[in-house]
């Protein structure tokens, strides 16, 4: 069965700074990977998502999530932060026969002025 | 118009009162999905559909049944309602390509 990881609980980055949240997902096959955000009091929206090809993925909102096979992980980036992107965001692999998602226990981002 | 609703966004009821929740998609997609969330543990699977004759339990089902009515509507139920059952839930539909679309959720509060 497919895992993943999130191994930041909250991360805290001032307005202008670059952010990376990481992502370690188990799993047998290649996986199917996304990125989602939760702002407060919201659902979730897809950031970006990963299923062959380039490794690294171009996202909404200036996201960007780079995969690597060798080491398990597709961790998200933004090279610079806006006050908008606190939020919650989490990691999620899927497999196209089994069409269902486990979701990381996601990472709360504060964005300090 | 929001493509995955859900109704009501926020209810409090009290312990062995039944609750329904209701989700529906203008998304026109087959698969649709009920989560709960908690704090520090993410999303986890209540129950999934892939049709309307199509219902499977995911990882904690227990408590808790579903109704696929139509192709756009599918519903939770907490048959008798705990506090344990206190959380955020969605409710997801999914293309073919196993991208979820999200509603914004409901909270429900068990007293």
């Known amino acids: 069965a497919q895992s993943v990881t999130q191994p930041d609980i909250h991360i805290t980055v001032s307005e202008g700074a670059s952010l990376e949240l990481r992502c370690n997902y188990s799993?047998?096959?290649?996986?199917?990977l996304f990125w989602y955000v939760q702002s407060p009091g919201q659902g979730l929206q897809l950031l970006l998502k990963?299923?062959?090809?380039?490794?690294l993925v171009q996202g909404i909102k200036g996201f960007e999530a780079e995969f690597k096979r060798s080491q398990s992980s597709f961790n998200l980036r933004k090279p610079s932060v806006h006050w908008s992107d606190a939020a919650e965001y989490f990691c999620?692999?899927?497999?196209?026969?089994?069409?269902?998602?486990?979701f990381g226990a996601g990472t709360t981002v504060t964005v300090r002025a | 118009d929001a493509d995955v609703t859900q109704t009501p966004r926020n209810r409090i009821t009290k312990t062995g009162k039944r609750i329904m929740l209701e989700c529906s998609q203008t998304?026109?997609?087959?698969?649709m999905y009920w989560y709960r969330q908690d704090p520090g543990l993410g999303l986890r699977l209540i129950y999934y559909?892939?049709?309307?004759?199509?219902?499977n339990k995911g990882e904690i089902s227990d408590g808790y049944s579903v109704s696929r009515q139509a192709q756009a509507k599918f519903s939770l139920s907490l048959e008798s309602a705990i506090p344990n059952q206190t959380a955020l839930y969605f409710c997801?539909?999914?293309?073919?390509?196993?991208?979820?679309?999200f509603g914004p959720g409901t909270r429900l509060t068990v007293l």
């Open positions: 799993y047998g096959a290649t996986p199917y």
């Open positions: 998304k026109g997609h087959d698969r």
């Open positions: 990963y299923f062959s090809g380039d490794t």
């Open positions: 997801a539909t999914s293309d073919l390509l196993d991208t979820q679309y």
């Open positions: 559909s892939f049709d309307v004759k199509d219902i």
């Open positions: 999620a692999v899927g497999d196209l026969g089994d069409y269902k998602l486990s």
